[in-house]
């Protein structure tokens, strides 16, 4: 089976160590590139536009300083060539007006980040089962 791609987008450098660690024990699975910020995301899927390149799902944080999560999603949705990208909303907010913003704009699912690493760790193999059975299986080959 192909690599999964995985865009992870957050702006704590804590989160994305940890984020690395975890995905470490799919790396033959995913291919895991991140980003500090929405703007350097944005400029990252727009430098990599043909679909050879682009990921196949992003993960993505929504407090970011300067530009959210919720401007990046907008952006990403409003992009003919990116609006096709499964996002993730992945936060430690659990306010329902969080929630419903994201799915308004268009995400695919929200997940509340686990603050228990060995539930972290569930989260995440949950996420690169679902998004390999669910996703690649119709994705064109690269």
């Known amino acids: 089976m192909k690599q999964l791609r995985v865009l992870l987008v957050d702006d704590n450098p804590e989160d994305i160590f940890l984020a690395r660690e975890v995905f470490q024990e799919h790396e033959a699975q995913v291919d895991l590139v991140t980003c500090q910020s929405a703007p350097d ?5 727009r430098r990599h536009a043909e679909v050879a390149y682009l990921p196949d799902v992003v993960l993505l944080d929504i407090n970011m300083p300067g530009m959210s999560g919720f401007e990046l999603l907008r952006a990403l949705k409003d992009d003919r ?12 907010s659990g306010h329902p007006k969080d929630v419903q913003e ?41």
């Open 41 to 45: 995301a944005l400029d990252y899927l």
């Open 81 to 92: 060539s990116l609006s096709h990208i499964p996002v993730v909303m992945l936060t430690t």
């Open 102 to 142: 994201a799915y308004t704009l268009h995400a695919s699912s929200y997940l509340m980040k686990s603050e228990n690493f060995q539930a972290f760790m569930e989260q995440i193999d949950a996420f690169v089962t679902y998004w390999q059975r669910n996703r690649l299986r119709h994705w064109p080959q690269r």
